[in-house]
């Protein structure tokens, strides 16, 4: 049609090698010919169907998928720490362009320390499973440092997955550890667990099911007891900030998600940090480099660490994640972040106060962070939790957490965050009550969902089984 979006200046560089008549096409590509209006317009009504958490609710259990501030969007795209390039001096001329990242990177591991209780940090893993790793492999370097022949990671039956993953790849057998009746590890099966090849037991404080241990204290004791480490799996600190250090509950080492936590973006892969923080027996196997204080004042980058793990990332992590956290943590201070653990766990209990009268609530008590409902009853109905969760997409919401923790038939894990209002957690309620009923009376409309998006119910075993990567 001969339109055109965008005009290409003319070449300046001479054309100095010929290519072979073969390798030119014999007519021109057939390529759209759009106006310039029309892609913008094309991709915006694309950007219109992506769910993010700054146009709907965002209940996606274990993921604490809250609203980012968008001042910490603002000061990351400051030129002074956007243009930063990891390669640039750091005390020699033109140093002092990066003195003040550095600075960034030494206040923000003080402050971590402070809130968890850490002697040190590390910010270099770029994710929450790179910090697992990270972690481990800080436990197996204190073994090997302390000649003890350790062989196995001990975890709990409702961890996330990467936890075995983690333990596996630092060459750690796993053995899991069963929950009790109340949905928390079972401190007696731990005891029987336990002998000199225990390396360490990786948790989950709350668990996935929302719920804090009272026996956590107990239980890093037992640990402690066979020359073990206790390790705290950040994903629901979320619960706790700024209310419990998990050094306190005894852990030795810590990761944490920026992303869940302290308001960073979330999703895709990336972006993500997962700093890693250790008490002070395990400081010198902290990955180079660290940013150390010099005595003039200045900031840098130390190596010589003799007993470090190495390297686990390219420079010093993912540095403008780390900055908005970094800006998050400033602007609530010590008071927000109690705030922020308070209005999670109110809205948390608000929901399982409001749908547990619909939903099967396998462990009723009081809960932290999350909740997690059976779909067992509306099961019976032929209307599983994936179909309870397609209806929501037609409600406007994007569905919590399926099928897990695994210790749960039918699981629906809601996490609300403390960012949503009540106006928003009521209107998700009386979807799910809706849905609820609908699985009662005309369960139908619950299997045929989703029918308003603009691709349907797609048959996904089918997909799973006869996956056509042709057409992606």
């Not at 700093?275 to 660290?290: D, I, N, R």
Request: with cysteine; net charge negative; glycine share 8%.
């Amino acid at each position: 049609m001969g339109r055109r979006g965008v005009r290409v200046a003319a070449s300046d560089v001479p054309t100095s090698i010929h290519l072979r008549r073969s390798y030119l096409r014999e007519r021109p590509a057939a390529l759209p010919e759009l106006s310039e209006l029309d892609v913008v317009r094309h991709f915006t009504e694309l950007s219109r169907r992506n769910f993010g958490v700054d146009t709907s609710f965002y209940p996606l259990g274990s993921c604490t998928m809250k609203y980012n501030p968008k001042v910490a969007e603002r000061i990351a795209s400051y030129p002074g720490f956007a243009h930063l390039h990891p390669l640039l001096p750091q005390l020699r001329m033109g140093g002092i362009l990066t003195q003040g990242a550095l600075e960034v990177l030494y206040e923000m591991e003080r402050l971590l320390c402070e809130i968890v209780g850490m002697a040190a940090f590390t910010m270099q893993p770029l994710a929450g499973a790179h910090g697992e790793l990270t972690g481990i492999m800080m436990m197996a370097a204190y073994h090997r440092h302390r000649r003890n022949h350790k062989t196995t990671v001990l975890i709990a039956d409702s961890a996330h997955g990467t936890n075995p993953a983690s333990a596996a790849i630092a060459g750690y057998t796993v053995a899991s550890v069963p929950s009790d009746a109340q949905g928390g590890m079972d401190v007696q099966a731990l005891k029987g667990m336990l002998n000199d090849q225990v390396a360490g037991l990786m948790l989950t404080c709350p668990n996935t099911l929302g719920l804090f241990n009272p026996n956590v204290r107990e239980i890093c004791d037992l640990i402690h007891s066979v020359d073990g480490l206790a390790y705290y799996d950040g994903a629901n600190l979320n619960a706790i900030v700024g209310k419990v250090k998990p050094a306190d509950l005894g852990f030795d080492i810590v990761h944490l998600n920026l992303h869940k936590t302290f308001a960073t973006p979330h999703g895709s892969g990336g972006p993500g940090s997962g700093p890693v923080g250790v008490v002070e027996k395990l400081a010198e196997f902290l990955p180079v480099s660290t940013v150390i204080k010099r005595s003039d004042g200045t900031y840098a980058l130390e190596y010589d660490r003799p007993n470090s793990i190495g390297y686990i990332a390219p420079f010093y992590g993912n540095f403008g994640i780390i900055l908005r956290a970094y800006v998050y943590i400033l602007m609530l201070g010590r008071e927000g972040l109690e705030r922020v653990a308070e209005n999670a766990v109110l809205n948390a209990n608000y929901v399982r106060e409001k749908l547990k009268d619909y939903y099967h609530l396998p462990y009723p008590q009081v809960c932290k962070h999350e909740c997690v409902f059976s779909a067992a009853r509306q099961a019976e109905r032929g209307v599983h939790a994936l179909d309870i969760a397609k209806a929501l997409i037609d409600r406007g919401f994007h569905p919590p957490t399926m099928y897990f923790p695994t210790t749960v038939k039918e699981a629906l894990m809601i996490e609300p965050t403390e960012t949503e209002s009540k106006e928003t957690l009521d209107a998700f309620i009386d979807a799910m009550i809706e849905i609820a009923r609908l699985a009662e009376t005309h369960p139908e409309q619950i299997t045929a969902a989703p029918t308003t998006t603009p691709v349907g119910r797609l048959d996904e075993t089918a997909a799973a089984r006869n996956l056509n990567i042709a057409s992606l």
